[in-house]
């Protein structure tokens, strides 16, 4: 079936028509959301550069309208971290139809795409993650990309298409489409593949909510905090409840673990917290002195030197508390560092936000975590990482979180001006 060149507008009216009523709730906005996913993926065509869609002819797709609708595919298959299979697919059979070096299958679905101009010059990545969070709502599980990683990969891919047909004069175009960025997985395993180690800068690009930047805003420093999730197990000693001077009470001792932990004092300029979140103890009767807790922090600090400040005072705080009645600890220290970026990276990438979007805004900072951040520590990488406002409301891992589809062409064309710059 050949589709009139009018789509673009019907499929606008229609998405007013589905704002409209769907805050309301009504049965029109059901229809009108029915008639949107139908169009988002049917397999119709429209006039211009045609795509294969989930591996199908039938879809084309206009120039000008790549990017979105890339992204309303990818929104209409949501995957979580490490299952990413048909997202990878997709892109990866887009990647190769453009002509780029693929090597997929990386981290389960990661996907490495490169150009070589072939003559020497920087060797830059740009990156992109693919998960989406599964909810549980009306009792069944669904997977939603309420973090935006749909959009972050339809402007990395774009770009990548621009880019290669462009061409690049000098170094290298390196594309990362990772997965498991939720679960703090992905960045390590791609980043420790071996085949990344000769890339020199980074930049990756994320949808701030509303709060942080509007639509037509960026920033070339979306700074992310350290997060680090801290598991400890204490040992003590199993006696019976009438002769507790026989064992060690493994709750007395996370009891003191957790007071020394709250008298921890750090520099309070630099925004950083440590709670206990979880708790739980051995054995099964009331009468048994438990022989072991185990406990969970989770820890934030905005700089990776108090981070580890941090965790070295936790290690002590909960060794010295334990000890102090004859008690042990295991510790264990997982999470992701905080951003560190180079000051001529940001440059550039701020001199590309300028060229689309007129001006650039200030760094954003936010205490939340980014897998991002392992590129940069493992791979001794110079880095930048694009806050890109959007008028995102209500917020991020909200499971009815929606933006304004006109930043994926803005976040795009910022991430190809940025190779361009580096490599054109
Ligand atoms: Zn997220
Ligand atoms: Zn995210």
Redesign the pocket.
């Known amino acids: 079936m050949k589709k009139p060149k009018t789509l673009p507008l019907v499929i606008y009216i229609l998405r007013l028509c589905n704002n409209f009523f769907g805050s309301r709730g009504g049965i029109d906005s059901l229809a009108c959301k029915l008639l949107v996913k139908l169009f988002r993926v049917g397999n119709w065509e429209i006039d211009g550069d045609k795509t294969k869609i989930n591996g199908k002819e039938g879809m084309e797709i206009t120039e000008k309208k790549y990017v979105e609708e890339v992204y309303n595919y990818l929104h209409s298959i949501p995957e979580t971290g490490h299952n990413e299979f048909k997202t990878s697919k997709f892109i990866s059979e887009e990647l190769k139809k453009f002509g780029y070096d693929v090597v997929e299958g990386i981290a389960v679905t990661g996907i490495i795409a490169t150009i070589d101009s072939g003559v020497k010059g920087p060797i830059l990545a740009v990156r992109a993650d693919m998960d989406a969070?599964e909810y549980e709502i009306d009792g069944k599980k669904i997977n939603i990309h309420?973090?935006g990683?749909d959009a972050n990969s339809s402007m990395v891919l774009a770009a990548a298409k621009e880019v290669i047909e462009k061409g690049i004069s000098r170094g290298r175009a390196v594309f990362i489409f990772q997965p498991a960025?939720?679960i703090l997985g992905g960045a390590i395993e791609m980043a420790k593949s071996g085949l990344l180690d000769e890339v020199e800068e980074i930049v990756g690009i994320h949808l701030r909510p509303i709060q942080e930047a509007r639509l037509g805003e960026a920033t070339p420093a979306l700074c992310h905090g350290s997060s680090k999730v801290v598991k400890v197990k204490i040992n003590g000693l199993a006696s019976h409840g009438a002769r507790p001077h026989l064992g060690v009470n493994a709750v007395d001792a996370a009891v003191l673990a957790i007071n020394g932990i709250n008298t921890i004092r750090i520099d309070p300029r630099v925004p950083h917290s440590a709670k206990v979140v979880k708790i739980n103890t051995s054995g099964s009767a009331h009468n048994i002195i438990p022989d072991s807790v185990t406990m969970v922090l989770d820890l934030r600090a905005q700089k990776n030197e108090i981070m580890e400040e941090l965790v070295e005072k936790i290690k002590d705080a909960i060794n010295g508390s334990v000890q102090s009645i004859g008690a042990r600890a295991e510790i264990e220290v997982d999470g992701v560092p905080a951003a560190e970026y180079d000051e001529e990276m940001l440059r550039i990438v701020r001199e590309a936000i300028r060229d689309v979007l007129g001006s650039s805004i200030d760094e954003i900072i936010t205490p939340?975590g980014e897998d991002f951040h392992f590129y940069t520590e493992i791979l001794k990488v110079k880095s930048a990482y694009i806050g890109l406002g959007s008028d995102l409301v209500p917020g991020?891992?909200h499971p009815e979180m929606k933006f304004n589809l006109k930043a994926l062409e803005y976040g795009k064309e910022i991430l190809k001006k940025v190779v361009f710059k580096r490599l054109g």
Do not use: D, F, N, Y
């Open positions: 969070l309420s973090c990683h960025e939720e939340g991020l891992h």
